[in-house]
């Protein structure tokens, strides 16, 4: 089986939730296909990763003009184009899917994420079947971020919910296939298109990476992992370290609150700046030593779509999670018993002090009784290699004029 891969960023190095799932697909793939990627990358130091990926696969990547795109972003405005489509476009890409589908003649396509699928080759003209992996239905969580939000944000979101959600609804019928990483997901998408063909691939963790190896950290010590100029993540900071963690230090004066992971906003590096006993790391080259360090993680993030990577992560590193609703409901069932759900401040910091008071050995335990063996990736991600390898055995569809 030859599978055309196209991703949004290059699938590789695992460092942020969007790249993890790519990654970890990838290498699925590689074990039981032959796989060319097609990928944007969005700067030079993206693109020399290209042959961290060499020869296990066949790779093309194309540049995103992220200015000249901003500018177009404005102009699109009066369209019905979503600006998810107009800030990844990319004049390479659509030529290197183009000489993949002539030169290669690929059975399938996996496009990850709606991001990337405008330059999936349409499956009613060329024939060649394509499986969408949406991964999160991206138009609701612009419907959230709308809600959340003022105006003009407020129209900004809205006017992109709508646009791709519309964008959703077709391809999702065009394809043989669409993919989504939990129920509430698929549900989600359902709603909106009811007659599409939606399958469930959740998430999992590399259980064998993220174990601990040596005792549990015995202080008072917590983390928040997550890229922080995203949105739900930097408020979910911010509204933390603001409103939660003063309670945390008034009953635990030595607690120690570290946000790890890349690009913080200025608003998030200030917080370490007002308070010695929180510490902004920036990009980080591995995320574990901070999970290990660390008597449990906190995931205060209130709008959550699919599943927070972060959560499975800090469990196999044998961290339990304090979480919001929204994270929680996104979770697979077998991570759960490690976590504990919390929406107030005063609730928040209650749950982080009662897992501080049990002795480093109980916090272990506590993280232990989710079931990891049931999330390792290769079990996770196979049914997406199923649905890949079905709709490669399809006969091709005779082209529409």
């Known amino acids: 089986m030859r599978v055309l891969f196209l991703t949004h960023r290059l699938p590789f190095a695992p460092n942020r939730g969007d790249r993890v799932r790519a990654y970890h697909t990838l290498n699925l793939l590689a074990e039981r296909a032959e796989v060319h990627v097609v990928s944007l990358v969005h700067d030079r130091a993206e693109e020399a990763e290209v042959e961290r990926l060499r020869p296990a696969v066949r790779v093309s990547t194309a540049l995103v003009p992220r200015l000249r795109n901003l500018a177009s972003a404005a102009r699109a405005l009066s369209t019905t184009r979503p600006l998810t489509h107009v800030l990844l476009d990319a004049p390479a890409m659509q030529p290197a899917v183009d000489r993949v589908v002539e030169h290669w003649k690929p059975d399938v396509v996996l496009a990850y994420c709606t991001g990337v699928a405008p330059f999936a080759p349409n499956p009613s003209h060329g024939g060649i079947p394509l499986v969408v992996d949406l991964v999160d239905v991206d138009s609701a969580k612009w419907d959230a971020f709308a809600d959340a939000a003022a105006f003009p944000k407020s129209w900004l979101f809205r006017r992109e919910a709508r646009c791709l959600g519309a964008f959703e609804r077709r391809i999702v019928r065009e394809a043989f296939a669409a993919t989504v990483v939990n129920e509430r997901e698929r549900d989600t998408l359902l709603r909106t ?86 510490e902004v790391t920036g990009s980080v080259a591995d995320i574990r030593p901070y999970l290990w360090r660390a008597a449990l993680s906190v995931a205060p993030i209130f709008q959550a779509r699919g599943v927070q990577n972060k959560v499975l992560e800090a469990a196999a590193a044998g961290l339990p999670s304090v979480v919001t609703k929204a994270v929680w409901e996104g979770l697979p069932v077998e991570v759960r018993p490690a976590c504990r759900m919390a929406e107030s401040p005063a609730h928040f910091a209650t749950k982080i002090g009662e897992l501080l008071a049990l002795a480093p050995g109980g916090r272990r335990r506590e993280a232990a009784r989710a079931r990891l063996s049931e999330l390792t990736w290769s079990r996770r991600l196979a049914p997406m290699l199923q649905l890949l390898e079905s709709a490669a055995e399809r006969p091709p569809r005779a082209a529409t004029a």
Do not use: M
Not at 244 to 257: E, N, Q, T
């Open 193 to 278: 298109c009811p007659d599409a063909r939606v399958h469930v691939v959740p998430n999992g963790v590399d259980v064998v990476q993220f174990a601990p190896h040596d005792p549990p950290a015995a202080e008072d010590h917590v983390v928040f992992t997550g890229v922080f100029n995203y949105a739900p993540n930097a408020d979910g900071a911010i509204w933390f370290s603001r409103h939660v963690w003063p309670l945390v230090r008034a009953a635990r004066p030595r607690a120690k609150l570290t946000l790890a992971g890349a690009s913080p906003t200025r608003a998030v590096r200030q917080l370490a700046e007002q308070d010695a006993s929180i």
